[in-house]
């Protein structure tokens, strides 16, 4: 396997020793995935994004949708009751799992299954006190001054 030299980073990040980690797991689950079920990652808007996947033949009480530790997981357990004898078979419906890193501060909102296609809607919201802001000079007298009061001002 090919390692990514992050040390460039390394030298001007701090706190970012996790992302390689992050990476090596990335191009190992894009190796061990079949491709099932095809799913696409949209930018709906700024700080607003979907998951969509087709999971055609699923019913909503066959497929789970978990986050835990940043990681969105989307599973489908297909209950196949029925025998049936297929001259060609091209839809698969076979059980799956996905799973998706989640950045900080992602949350996820909403899920919807409508035609074959489960959507699932995601937002970032940065917490106030991780906002930018910008730290006044003036000695034992420092104030903080927050990105909105500068803008308003």
């Given amino acids: 396997m090919n390692r990514i030299d992050l040390t460039p980073l390394y030298r001007s990040s701090v706190g970012y020793d996790r992302f390689g980690s992050l990476l090596d797991a990335a191009f190992q ?33 066959e497929l789970d949708i978990q986050v835990e530790h940043g990681v969105l997981s989307i599973r489908g357990k297909k209950e196949d009751s029925e025998s049936r004898e297929y001259l060609h078979q091209g839809i698969a419906t076979r059980s799956f799992e996905r799973k998706f890193n989640l950045a900080d ?49």
Avoid: C, W
């Fill in 29 to 61: 689950t894009e190796k061990t995935s079949a491709g099932y079920p095809p799913y696409n990652i949209e930018v709906v808007e700024e700080n607003t994004y979907a998951i969509t996947i087709a999971v055609a033949g699923f019913i909503e009480s």
């Fill in 105 to 153: 501060h992602i949350e996820v909102t909403d899920a919807k299954l409508q035609d074959g296609l489960l959507s699932v809607s995601l937002i970032k919201e940065v917490p106030e006190a991780m906002k930018p802001k910008s730290i006044a000079i003036n000695g034992s007298n420092a104030r903080v001054i927050s990105h909105d009061a500068k803008k308003a001002a």
